[in-house]
Nanobody
Framework: QVQLAESGGGLVQAGGSLRLSCAAS????????MAWFRQAPGKEREFVVG??????SYADSVKGRFTISGDNAKNTVYLQMNSLNPEDTAIYYC?????????????????WGQGTQVTVSS
């Protein structure tokens, strides 16, 4: 069993930055694929970025602005978000799957955090 806990969300002005953290406990995540998803009000949960063993995959909407990284020693994955705009406002969820391949579908992830709210004001 893996427990995921996100932190770092908040309110930021357009053009600003935030860094989200996802701490994993229960299993080392070096053999897991980790990902961030987000869900805006009235919309489906969507893939943002995935990470596995140093390989990354980004949604086109965040490419060049968001960066994912991981610290195996701390069992923590980070999401650095720059040049934020109001369209990035959503609840951001950390997810994990016991595979080493990143995929973009929510149903392929076994473990989820509780989410952290990111609000970008214009």
């Amino acid at each position: 069993q893996v427990q995921l806990a996100e932190s770092g969300g908040g309110l930021v002005q357009a053009g600003g930055s935030l860094r989200l953290s996802c701490a994993a406990s229960g299993r080392t995540f070096s053999s897991y694929a980790m990902a961030w998803f987000r869900q805006a009000p009235g919309k489906e949960r969507e893939f943002v970025v995935g990470w596995s063993g140093g390989s990354t995959s980004y949604a086109d909407s965040v490419k060049g602005r968001f960066t994912i990284s991981g610290d195996n020693a701390k069992n923590t994955v980070y999401l650095q978000m720059n040049s934020l705009n109001p369209e990035d406002t959503a609840i951001y969820y950390c997810a994990a799957r016991p595979r080493t391949i990143v995929v973009r579908t929510t149903s392929d992830y076994d473990y989820w955090g509780q989410g952290t709210q990111v609000t970008v004001s214009s």
